[in-house]
């Protein structure tokens, strides 16, 4: 099954993530098939940049998106609607 999930990148401390569809059975920090966007948590306000057409047609195609990645997406879609 694919997932749309955070890849943690960045050194201790001051960590941002990478929005990637990758096979569930990977590791977290394995490989992955698309990246769909980012996500930084240290600026104010948190940047969240995520590309919600593909991430859209990754959902169509049968993707299951994680809690925090659904969360995230309702944001950057709010965020375009402005």
């Given at each position: 099954?694919l997932?749309i999930?955070?890849?943690?990148m960045?050194?201790?401390?001051?960590?941002?993530?990478?929005?990637?569809?990758?096979d569930?059975?990977?590791?977290?920090t394995?490989?992955?098939?698309?990246n769909?966007g980012t996500?930084?948590?240290?600026?104010?306000?948190?940047?969240?940049?995520?590309?919600?057409?593909?991430?859209?047609d990754?959902?169509g195609?049968g993707?299951q998106?994680?809690?925090?990645?659904?969360?995230?997406?309702?944001?950057a879609?709010n965020a375009q609607?402005?």
């Amino acid at each position: 099954m694919l997932k749309i999930r955070l890849r943690r990148m960045g050194a201790k401390h001051s960590a941002f993530y990478r929005v990637v569809v990758s096979d569930s059975r990977k590791r977290p920090t394995g490989r992955f098939i698309e990246n769909l966007g980012t996500y930084d948590p240290g600026t104010d306000p948190a940047t969240v940049k995520i590309d919600v057409a593909r991430t859209e047609d990754w959902i169509g195609k049968g993707a299951q998106v994680s809690p925090t990645v659904k969360r995230l997406l309702i944001q950057a879609k709010n965020a375009q609607a402005v």
